[in-house]
């Protein structure tokens, strides 16, 4: 059973920095891609940042580029967000989620995000 | 960056009814186009992908179709648990994207 479980959120002031990270479990972590998502309080879903399984290759929304950092412990199944200067309009839950892509997604479902964590919670206030 | 445009914003419908619901893209994304459901306090879990095709473990009831830059989700009968908030995300291209979300309310 495919589950992933967020941490490292919290309350921080405008201009600090977080670090998320995203334990995984049930699958070959390392072949496959990992993202973050957000949805800001009562809002939508808005992709973040993703890191491909095997090449490794990095994607950012513009929002967040320069600003964040995504990475991955293959040998402890661990994903990481590092966010530095964070603004108001960060806060959000974020979503660890499995996919999209990666060397080892042979089915058509693993170019999306097939599994969800529950979200960390990221309050940016002063 | 491609836009995707959910409509309409809320739907109120009876039990046993049939949904519809929209997505538009900006430009063509093919078939490349999924959407997730999102129940009350819940993460999204993914229903749909490649436009029409139903993911694990979900109901029959729900059925995606379209290509191109219009496409829908339909539920053939709604039942009481489908309330939710239902999201359509294309992987034709980087950025990927959402639609802004459609709620289902149940009357």
């Known amino acids: 059973e495919v589950q992933l479980v967020e941490s490292g959120g919290g309350l921080v002031q405008p201009g600090g920095s977080l670090r998320l990270s995203c334990a995984a479990s049930g699958f070959p972590f390392s072949i496959y891609g990992m993202s973050w998502v957000r949805q800001a309080p009562g809002k939508g879903l808005e992709w973040v940042s993703t890191?491909?399984?095997?090449?490794?290759?990095?994607y950012y929304a513009d929002s967040v580029k320069g600003r964040f950092t995504i990475s991955r412990d293959n040998s402890k199944n661990t994903l990481h967000l590092q966010m530095n200067s964070l603004r108001a309009d960060d806060t959000a839950l974020y979503y660890c989620?499995?996919?999209?892509?990666?060397?080892?997604?042979?089915?058509?479902?693993?170019?999306?995000?097939?599994?969800w964590g529950q979200g960390t919670l990221v309050t940016v206030s002063s | 960056e491609i836009v995707l445009t959910q409509s309409p914003a809320t739907l109120s419908l009876s039990p046993g009814e049939r949904v519809t619901l929209s997505c538009r893209a900006s430009q063509n994304i093919r078939s490349y186009l999924a959407w997730y459901q999102q129940k009350p306090g819940q993460a999204p879990r993914l229903l749909i992908y490649?436009?029409?095709n139903r993911a694990s473990g979900i109901p029959a009831r729900f059925s995606g179709s379209g290509s191109g830059t219009d496409f829908t989700l339909s539920i053939s009968s709604l039942e009481p648990e489908d309330l939710a908030v239902y999201y359509c995300q294309q992987r034709n291209t980087w950025p990927r994207t959402f639609g802004q979300g459609t709620r289902v309310e149940i009357k």
């Open positions: 490649d436009a029409s």
């Open positions: 890191i491909r399984g095997g090449s490794g290759d990095i």
């Open positions: 989620t499995k996919g999209p892509g990666g060397v080892g997604a042979t089915q058509l479902r693993e170019d999306y995000f097939d599994y």
